[in-house]
């Protein structure tokens, strides 16, 4: 029980609940920012719940399930791209969880995130957390595939895009797309290669 390591270092401090937290969608140059947090009933481990980056799609989709049921209670933030860009990715990763926290706080509870301070007095920032608790890995699930759904609910709205296979994130084929069909909605208008498209649109409009 490898990723129940600080999980079990805070029950038995003393805390009752423990809150997992993290985010998928901080690199794309495309679509909304996901957050998540899970709560698991004390004691609960499955060895497959890890961090979503070493899972195949059809992993992470069956443990998003297996997760939503067996939460004690979980919450998912989606950050506009307007909010994304003005308040960058960083920040609106932390007032994301932030949300989470609020809306699922508890008496004695403890928040472990993925690499994110937080203004929480309880709370500890892991680096690879999302590979190291069975809490945080949950989240990163649970966050992953919201926003892969989203994506591929976009492509069905902008086809042109390819957002259902690079999901946002800046490829050879994303760029050459934004290239030739200039920037959609859900682009991120404060990352660099999306500003690039529109300074060039700018400098033909005049």
Known sequence: MNRYEYESKYYQMGYDYIIGLDEAGR?????????????FPKG????????????????????????????????????????VDSLNVYQASKLGMEKCIENLKREKMFALSDAMPLNYADHEAIIKGDAKSISIGAASILAKVTRDRLMKEYAKIYPEYGFDKHKGYVTKMHKEAIEKYGVCPIHRKSFAPVQKILNKQMSFDF
């Open 27 to 39: 690199g794309p140059m495309a679509g909304e920012l996901v957050v998540a947090g899970v709560i």
């Open 44 to 83: 609960f481990y499955d060895e497959k719940i890890n961090d979503s980056k070493q899972l195949s799609e059809k992993k992470r989709e069956a443990l998003y399930d297996l997760i939503v049921e067996n939460a004690l209670a979980y919450d998912i933030e989606i950050i506009s791209v307007e909010d």
